[in-house]
């Protein structure tokens, strides 16, 4: 009996570990660290991306909406910036969200990622690595 009981707290300790609460979520709105786009974090099947869901100039100067003008897939060139997963494949590890992929419309290219969070869940950390270079950008969450 007292190997069902230990067996049965090893399993939920290793579920706790792996769950996600409230306090550690990243899910919701954020303003970038240049604030002049909103990125919508949403969980799919286990994993974590981020679509853009406002821009500042969401139109060129002939009025027309943004396109993905430099995107390297030619056939991807003409898709609206609006609306598109700019983060994908995050998995939360208990502590951070790793082992995931953002695509830089401006630059048209795609970098690996990983993300932490605030203590008090106001700011979110991007580490982007790219080759041997990497950066931190913060992101604001949005109410």
């Known amino acids: 009996m007292k190997s069902i009981v230990l067996i049965a707290f090893f399993f939920l300790t290793m579920s706790m570990s ?4 409230q306090d550690t979520d990243i899910t919701g709105t954020w303003l970038n660290d240049k604030k ?18 406002w821009l500042q100039e969401p139109n060129t100067t002939n009025g027309e909406p943004k396109t993905d003008k430099n995107n390297p897939k030619k056939s991807l060139r003409n898709r609206k910036i609006l609306g ?8 939360f590890n208990g502590h951070i969200w790793e082992d995931g992929t953002v695509y830089l419309p401006k630059k048209g290219q795609e970098a690996n990622c990983s993300i932490k969070i605030s203590d008090d869940q ?16 913060t992101w604001t969450r949005l109410k």
């Not at 002049?36 to 974590?48: L, N, R, S, T, W």
């Open 18 to 21: 792996y769950g996600q609460t």
């Open 36 to 53: 002049d786009a909103h990125v919508e974090i949403y969980q799919k099947e286990g994993k974590f991306y981020g679509k853009i869901v």
């Open 84 to 91: 598109i997963d700019i983060i994908s494949d995050l998995y």
């Open 122 to 137: 106001k700011e979110l950390t991007l580490h982007i690595t790219k080759l041997w270079f990497s950066t931190d950008i």
